[in-house]
């Protein structure tokens, strides 16, 4: 069977991931998977006319309930969907694109949710088939590149000091847009930086000039309030002349709001503690994750966080904000820590830090939750399954 696959497909995040993975489950069990970013097309009829030509698709898949999966309402095959997470917890609140989402779950003839709990909004926000909706957790792989250099990767993120063996890294994997809320933190570990400046927060990601952002501007629509741009490969870090011993790094892996990332710049310039480094590759953030002290996630709204689940499956633990799509995932003492303010996350990290019989049980427990819940072969199975009701 020929498939059309529709996702949102920036380099390096967790969206082209997943995708990735998903086609490579279908590809096994022998069909053709046509993958394509949704920024492609401007209509459903122009995803309508890609599938009718010749030869045509025989099915479609798609990630995200609004961005991917609006755009299937024209096609004349059957497609299945696959939850993204902003589209239950955020795009339901909007009145035009619930109605949007309500229609594409009628239309399809499977939808996939992470969690139970994201099962379970979208039954109670949209009219649906409870029975279409399926609940299979991602399911994990970390590879971490061989050739990593810790010692350059910290250094390539302003950090001067020459033993870097004794640094406690806290590494805070998301994107430069308002749902990650990048700077959540900031203030807070600001403040614990003054008291200890051994204390210091990195956040990674990409430098956008003021000239770049007002020519992505020019003439472009934004949607979503999300403006898709380019990413340069370089940027510079301001340096900084304290001393520390622990840094908190933010890897920046989503599509660019240019306004935050401005904001994030101006922040990092002026915030004593703070500084700004560029992105990673998949392999290198998973070597990353292994040489880091803890993975923290900030944000507002998660569907399931590959990043919190990798740094689990690595052995790292995690200090994940207290919101739903986190909690389905970090059971708090046990799984991990979470917190409900910036406050909350600096004790989480300090008890982290000086309670080493809580790290290792959150290590241990994490590890085993992803090896019994998120197993690759178990997704792999569910997906080839819900392909062949396609047909």
Known sequence: ?????????????????????????????????????????????????????????????????????????????????????????????????????????????????????????????????????????????????????????????????????????????????????????????????????????????????????????????????????SVPGHCQISQCTATWTRQFVAIIDDKIDPVLTVEVEAVAKRTAGVFLAQERSQQELHAALKRSFAVVNSSVSEGMSAAILEAMDVGVPVVARDIPGNAAVVQNEVTGLLYSTPQEFVRQSQRLLSDRELRERVVRKGKLYVEEHHSLKQERETYQRLIETLH
């Open 1 to 229: 069977m020929r498939l059309l696959f529709l996702a949102c497909l920036s380099p390096k995040t967790g969206n082209c991931t997943t995708a990735e993975r998903i086609r490579s489950h279908v590809e096994a069990a022998g069909h053709t998977c046509e993958l394509r970013d949704v920024s492609e097309f401007q209509s459903a009829a122009e995803v309508a006319n890609l599938v009718a030509q010749n030869p045509p698709f025989e099915g479609a898949l798609a990630i995200h309930l609004f961005k991917a999966g609006s755009l299937l309402l024209d096609i004349q095959v059957p497609f299945g969907v696959i939850f993204g997470g902003t589209d239950i917890n955020e795009d339901v609140k909007v009145e035009q694109k619930r109605v949007v989402m309500e229609q594409v779950l009628q239309k399809a003839r499977f939808a996939v949710a992470f969690t139970d709990k994201m099962k379970e909004a979208a039954e109670l926000f949209l009219l649906s088939q409870s029975c279409k909706i399926y609940v299979q957790p991602q399911g994990i792989k970390t590879e971490a590149a061989e050739k990593f250099c810790w010692a350059e990767f910290l250094k390539n993120s302003g950090v001067s000091r020459e033993d870097v063996d004794d640094l406690n890294v806290f590494l805070l994997v998301c994107g430069l847009r308002r749902v990650k809320d990048p700077l959540y933190l900031v203030e807070a570990f600001s403040e614990w930086h003054c008291e200890n400046p051994q204390n210091v927060l990195v956040i990674i990601g990409p430098k956008l000039s003021h000239h770049s952002i007002n020519e992505e501007n020019s003439g472009q629509t934004v949607k979503d309030d999300t403006l898709h741009v």
